[in-house]
């Protein structure tokens, strides 16, 4: 108890913000994917970009981005270009997103393994892509990367497109089918049932 008075009069939290490390600038906290990309260009480091809706953060997320992340290696930058709402809505029916554009902005901005992201509102990622120019596209294994739209694109510039493995069974989709067939209970009223 002494220990969480003294943590609390010494300021709480916002203490332990006096002693963090300054944020590295070369990537300054709020900064838009194309500074992001331009810094790492100008260190000669690796730009490494991957995409999707990333409605419902999953374990095969995480394992994409974690993937993709080792591709930047240590001085390199992972950029996540992000289908805006409106894209998710033309892509996976009109019910979705489940989670709103700025959330899932938030939430992916907040992992480690994330340096920037850049949202876009087209149906496919060629556009932002062209923008960004990465050394490495990484899709999930579940892509074949010669089928894809944005490889002749990629490869214009001399990027390369990657697929790294897949996780079987792991999707927002399927997650969300799960959730709909899951019967429900009313919440059991304070005090008790009634």
Known sequence: MAAAAAFVAARGAAALADDAPEPDATAPAGSSAADVV????ARGATVVATGGCFDLL?????????AAR?????DGVLVVCLN????????????????AEADRV????????????AVFDEDDPRAVLDRLRPDVWVKGGDYATDELLETPLVRSWG????AVPYHAGRSSTRLLA???????TDPVPPGGPS
């Open 84 to 99: 805006s709402d409106a894209s998710v809505r033309r892509l996976k029916g009109p019910e979705r997103p489940v989670v």
């Open 178 to 184: 799960r959730l709909e067939t899951t019967p429900t």
């Open 58 to 66: 999953h374990a095969g997320h995480a394992r994409t981005l974690d």
């Open 70 to 74: 080792r591709l930047a290696g240590d």
């Open 159 to 162: 990027g390369e497109v990657v």
């Open 38 to 41: 331009a810094a790492a260009r």
């Open 106 to 117: 938030e939430m992916l901005s907040a992992l480690a393994a994330v340096d920037a992201v």
